[in-house]
């Protein structure tokens, strides 16, 4: 592309954005700051009855540390960690362990995950323990003779459907290079909530008895997730893990060798042979994380980091930002329709981005810098206009040069000395595989559904992968997770994250923008409703009560397909440093997600 048709282009780009900041009917919502004490700001707006928030739930705030985690059981392992004198690594192995036994349904051995890390000094590392294809898959491993998807040969179900599991491996690598307590410490909790039992809670009650006809199919030596034949679990009683246990204390003793190696390995194999699966000792001995440098980018005044791909999330997140940037947000206000309009279009166009480039960098090379370009970014840009909402049909993935499921688990941390994780850590679908490795206690991941299983078809969660994340030997497959970490003028401002499939990076972008632009506290950023755009399906869903009748009215107007759903989008459980350095911790209402203080 030569120079002149550059400078054309920005000044085109640059005349768009003047004009089409003067849109129509902004909507007047804002949100202004109460009298002091009153703790949450206001939301005013033309339906008095409107609130912007799922619920609300009390801030919680710490001066030597901050654990969030989707089990108050796990929250506290983390807490206790640091108070022994762990560092923020130390508590997130620790809690990630204790996840494992107390959050089955996405808390994991079997599966993996991605760590972003920003010590105290503001050096950022990311690890990248992301499932590996087996070495026996194949590009159409799920397709029949005639290239169609085979009939009872789901990716997401059974045996065939796991790859090789990241977690230990990845945990190990953390805190072999960063924890300060020993990892016989870091493993105890967990050992001791699986061997003594921990106190079920309803929504993990209800998980499991939800789980019980798959978990029949794919286990016939019955597994103690389920509680009898005919029996349901309730809140409150006990679930003992004693093969998971066993498992663990490998893992304390012996560090990888204890899951890639000797017994636990052994069960998995069989259990793979069982099913039909094809993970094979090759795979377990090939297996290891990955430090990766972090995706890093600016919005405004604020440093955002992010990870990178195998994982969409950080060039995604990184683009979105770009896209809203030029506006006025804060003016316009939260959810008016001029803010979700630029938020929506942005989400367009990054998702068709996501589909047509991203997949694993060792494979094939992600254009990682032309993405985040600018100049492409005022290109991808061009066809926005207030008055109509573009069509998917015509966003393509942008011209220079997957797949996921709502179950997952983030967690943040932070220490006393300002170092801080953010870790995103999935199975994929709830209880991943539905496989349970027989002997060991611990379930594997259907994480080969979020490769592109036929390219350009879109898999049961609606995202359309292609070729940059189809099948092959070894490689990783492409995710949504988007752990984040926010720096303010040199220092820690925000730690960011969630599970939800396809609508991590959206969550994320939103409570971003709740902090950054709408001046929201930690938990209200948390608690405010969310929507989600992905390209295609082309429609936009949203939390029940996330608009009011008159911004839908004038959204519905410019083409925009809008649907309430029952069903919530994100469990973010997010740190905000306040100016004073106190913590504070916004864990999602929308589930068991608990902050613990320190
Ligand atoms: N399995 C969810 C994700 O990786 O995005």
Known sequence: MNSKYLLTLSICFLGLVACKTTQPNSQNTTLQKPAENQGFYQFTNEDPNASPFFAKKASVYGKNGMIIATHPVASQVGADILKQGGNAIDAAVSTQFALAVVHPAAGNIGGGGFLVYRD???QSYTLDYREKAPENASRDMYLDENKNIKAGQPSWLGHLASGTPGSVDGLEQA???????SWKQVLQPAIDLAENGVKLTAREARGLNNVKADLLKYNPTKTYFMKTDTAKWKEGEILIQKDL????RLI??????????????KLLLAEMKRGGGIITQKDLDNYHAVWREAVIGNYKNLKVISMPPPSSGGIALLQLLKFVEPYPLQKWGWHSDSTTQVMIEAE??????????????????????????????????????????TDSKIVKGGDIIGYESPETTHSSFVDKEGNAVSITTTLNGSYGSKVVVDGAGFLMNDEMDDFSIKPGVPNVYGLIGNEANA???????????????????????????TPGGSTIITSV??????????QMSMQQAVDALRFHHQWMPDRTTFEEGAFTEKTLIRMRERGYKLDSQKNTIGRMDCILVLPDGTYEGGADVRADDTAVGY
């Open 252 to 265: 304390q003793e012996q560090g990888r060798k204890g899951f890639y190696e000797g017994e636990t390995a």
């Open 348 to 389: 367009r166009r990054v998702y068709a981005d996501r589909s047509k480039w991203l997949g694993d960098p060792d494979f094939a090379k992600v254009p990682q810098k032309e993405l985040l370009d600018a100049e492409y970014l005022k290109k991808r840009w061009q066809d926005f206009q207030f008055a109509q909402a």
């Open 245 to 248: 246990a066993k498992t663990l």
């Open 175 to 181: 805190h072999k290079r960063f924890g300060k307590l």
């Open 509 to 518: 972008f939103q409570v971003f923008l709740n902090v950054a632009e709408h």
């Open 471 to 497: 099948i092959a030997a070894n490689k990783r497959m492409l995710s949504s997770m988007t752990p984040t970490i926010v720096e303010k003028d040199g220092k820690l401002m925000m730690v960011l994250g």
């Open 120 to 122: 105290k000094n503001g």
